[in-house]
């Protein structure tokens, strides 16, 4: 199975700021990455898929990049409704696998 | 509009058993793989269980294997997860979603159900 580790599994950040999670897998996936936000109580919600592709309706602030075993989210600018918790995913096996996460909050 | 309705969560005592349904509209619901994931009290989110657009092929996480049973009615455009020997750690809330096999994301999804595994 594929194991994903993200980076930090917190952040503080204040409304402004630019933030970056990073995400690891245990071997190479190409760009079969997406990423997910989600909210207390809420469905995740897709942000980006195959590594880099930003979804509609999703503010243009993030980004996301990488290839292989290395893979990044970028917010820039954080607005006070992004903070949420942040998953990456697996897309290149079955299993498909998460991330731990990454709760970025409010300084 | 697309949506995804679960329902069928509850409380179940360990070696019980539970169907969990969901109900699509707003899209083509036969064009489209399907796939339940689980989060489990105040953790992160697990993948359970895909099944392709004729129920032909179904993948599952080894937990599951051999206990969870998922299943799709194309004319009735509803999926359903049918789960047997439920154990503590399947208590979650499960969310019903979309898989893209082009680019093999969830998305959308649903609201989740809550599965409670207690005696």
Redesign the interface.
């Known amino acids: 199975d594929i194991q994903m580790t993200q980076s930090p599994s917190s952040v503080s950040a204040s409304v402004g700021d630019r933030v970056t999670i990073t995400c690891r897998a245990s071997q190479g996936i190409s760009s079969?990455l997406?990423w997910?936000q989600?909210k207390p109580g809420k469905?995740?919600?897709?942000l980006i898929?195959?590594a880099s592709?930003l979804?509609s309706g999703v503010p243009s602030r993030f980004s996301g990049s990488g290839y292989g075993t290395d893979f990044t989210l970028t917010i820039n600018s954080l607005q006070p409704e992004d903070f949420a918790t942040y998953?990456c995913?697996?897309?290149?096996s079955?299993?498909?696998?998460?991330?731990?996460?990454t709760k970025v909050e409010i300084k | 509009e697309v949506q995804l309705v679960e329902s069928g969560g509850g409380l179940v005592q360990p070696g019980g058993s539970l169907r969990l349904s969901c109900a699509a509209s707003g899209f083509t619901f036969p064009s489209y793989w399907m796939t339940w994931v689980r989060q489990a009290p105040g953790k992160g989110l697990e993948w359970v269980a895909n099944i392709n657009q004729d129920g032909s092929a179904t993948y599952y996480v080894d937990s599951v294997k051999g206990r969870f049973t998922l299943s799709r009615d194309n004319a009735k455009n509803s999926l359903s997860l049918h789960m047997n020997s439920l154990r503590a750690d399947d208590t979650a809330v499960y969310y019903c979603a979309t898989w893209s096999d082009s680019s093999g994301s969830f998305d959308p999804w649903g609201q989740g159900a809550l599965v409670t595994v207690s005696s």
Not at chain 1, 89 to 92: F, I
Request: no cysteine; charged share 5%; glycine share 12%.
């Open positions: 079969w997406a997910y989600q469905a995740p919600k897709l898929s195959v592709n979804q998953y995913q697996q897309a290149n079955f299993p498909l696998t998460f991330g731990g996460g």
